[in-house]
Antibody, heavy 116, light 110 residues
């Protein structure tokens, strides 16, 4: 069965960095795009970044462009989110999500990032 | 790109039917497939409807989706207490170059 296991996150001071990782299993990772989505406290879902199956297509939300970097390792079935220059409004639960065609069909459990 | 608009809240009693609307634009719902996600408290979001009106395996047929022009709708029939949570529409946005979520609708089962 498809599994997405997230790690990383925690507490960081403004301006510092954190790295999130999402380890996947149960599907052919190299043939699917992957996303990161976040939910700030009391807010709705906000898409953060997408990476295509071969890393040739990478797009970021305006709110994180230039500060966050999405990457993947198809040999390890993992997708990462490097978060630099963190701001208090980056505080959120971050989810990794597998892309099927134009929808996200499997989601990780989420990991909390607190910037304070 | 503008975030698709959803009503902030919806409610119903057990057994009733509730419809949640999602108003998008030509760059997202008007051109691309509409999807719906269920986000229950303390859990990860779950894909409920994809490609406007298709249900993933395992999703109850109480949930159905439709789309017309730049708007999409999610209908939940036979409402149950366990349906209480947040519901988000989503679609690829050509202007953004990525997916866009609606603002979300909090469903309360009275």
């Amino acid at each position: 069965q498809v599994q997405l296991v997230q790690s990383g996150g925690g507490v960081a001071q403004p301006g510092r960095s954190l790295r999130l990782s999402c380890e996947t299993s149960g599907f052919d990772f190299s043939t699917y795009g992957m996303n990161w989505v976040r939910q700030a406290p009391g807010k709705g879902l906000e898409w953060v970044a997408v990476i295509s199956r071969d890393s040739t297509y990478i797009v970021y939300a305006d709110s994180v462009r230039g500060r966050f970097t999405i990457s993947r390792d198809n040999s390890k079935n993992t997708v990462d989110l490097q978060m630099d220059s963190l701001r208090p409004n980056d505080t959120a639960i971050y989810y990794c999500a597998k892309e099927r065609q134009w929808e996200m069909d499997y989601w990780g459990p989420g990991t909390l990032v607190t910037v304070s | 790109q503008s975030v698709p608009t959803q009503p902030p809240s919806a409610s119903g009693t057990p057994g009733q039917k509730v419809v949640i609307s999602c108003s998008g634009s030509r760059s997202n719902i008007g051109k691309n497939n509409a999807n719906w996600y269920q986000h229950l408290p303390g859990t990860a979001p779950k894909l409920l409807i994809y490609s406007d009106n298709k249900r993933p395996s395992g999703v109850s047929d109480r949930f159905s989706g439709s789309k017309s022009g730049t708007s999409a709708s999610l209908a939940i029939s036979g409402l149950r207490f366990e349906d209480e949570g947040d519901y988000y529409c989503g679609a690829w946005d050509d202007s953004l170059g990525g997916p866009l979520f609606g603002g979300g609708t909090k469903l309360t089962v009275l």
